[in-house]
């Protein structure tokens, strides 16, 4: 590991810091919000996933930041147990942008169980009078986002109107434990050479997407080797497998790639390049 690959983890480490000192702002509900002025409003939530070992802090900065900054309002944090209870903080009603921070307090577990997890919230809303929703996921959690749409049955949920996947391990084995070696399988005319599993079954199910779902996929790319391209722990050939089975399958497809140090892995979510593709997709 590089030089990069370190400075990125010394950042990360500072924001963790910041975030600890700023604790009421990553962990809890703000009271006020003041969007700014000609900001475009909307009733839909949007639900914040985090990743493997993720926690409050995962998602929490963007969440204080486009609060603070009148973009989207923090209006609840939606918490699973270790015994797959939720736990409600804050309200949706008369709320404007409202922002969902989910928090996995078994933050290891497998994609069935999180899914599962998901599901809970995604009835829970629904039973709240919550028509339509939009899912942003990081890393692990982008994985979950994009099952969510694929499997959730179409009764008693909201519909899922946009997703935002961040540094997905889309065409990778191993999907949440980063593991030392940073799978590439290389890009032909007509795919990836080689496919996982998990991209195995996106493949299979595309088609099942709902037509009119809009899709924001990002990934990072540190520039540590000339000849390598990935965000630390994610290749840019993963996260950007879904190019060539979403827009076959009639999906609003879109990309973006973040680049320099400010694009690690667990600095995505911190990086203000991404605040400003998500505020451009989601709220305007």
Known sequence: MGFWWWLAVAVTLVAITIGAIDYWRIGHVPKDFHPRPGQAITTVPTLFIHGYSGNRYSFGHMLGRL????????????????????????????????????????????????LAWLHQIMVLLHHSGVRQVNLVGHSMGAIVAMLAALQLPAKDV??????????????????????????????????????????????????????????????????????????????????FALRWLLPSAGVNYQEVLIRGVGAAHSLLHENKLVDQNVIRFLFT
């Open 67 to 114: 609060h603070r900054e009148g973009i989207a309002q923090k209006a609840m944090v939606i918490t699973v147990n270790r015994r797959g209870q939720l736990h409600t903080q804050g309200r949706l009603e008369n709320t404007q942008n409202p922002m969902i921070q989910v928090i996995f307090k078994r933050s290891r577990e497998n994609l069935v169980t999180e």
């Open 158 to 239: 909201p519909i899922i109107a946009k997703i935002v996947t961040i540094a997905g391990p889309f065409n990778d084995i191993e999907l949440g434990k980063d593991s030392d070696e940073i799978l590439v399988y290389d890009w032909g005319p007509r795919g990836p050479f080689r496919k996982a599993p998990i991209y195995h079954y996106i493949a299979e199910k595309a088609h099942d997407l709902p037509s009119d779902v809009q899709i924001l996929n990002i990934a990072g790319d540190i520039f540590t080797i000339p000849t390598r391209h990935d965000d630390g722990v994610i290749s840019v050939q993963s996260a």
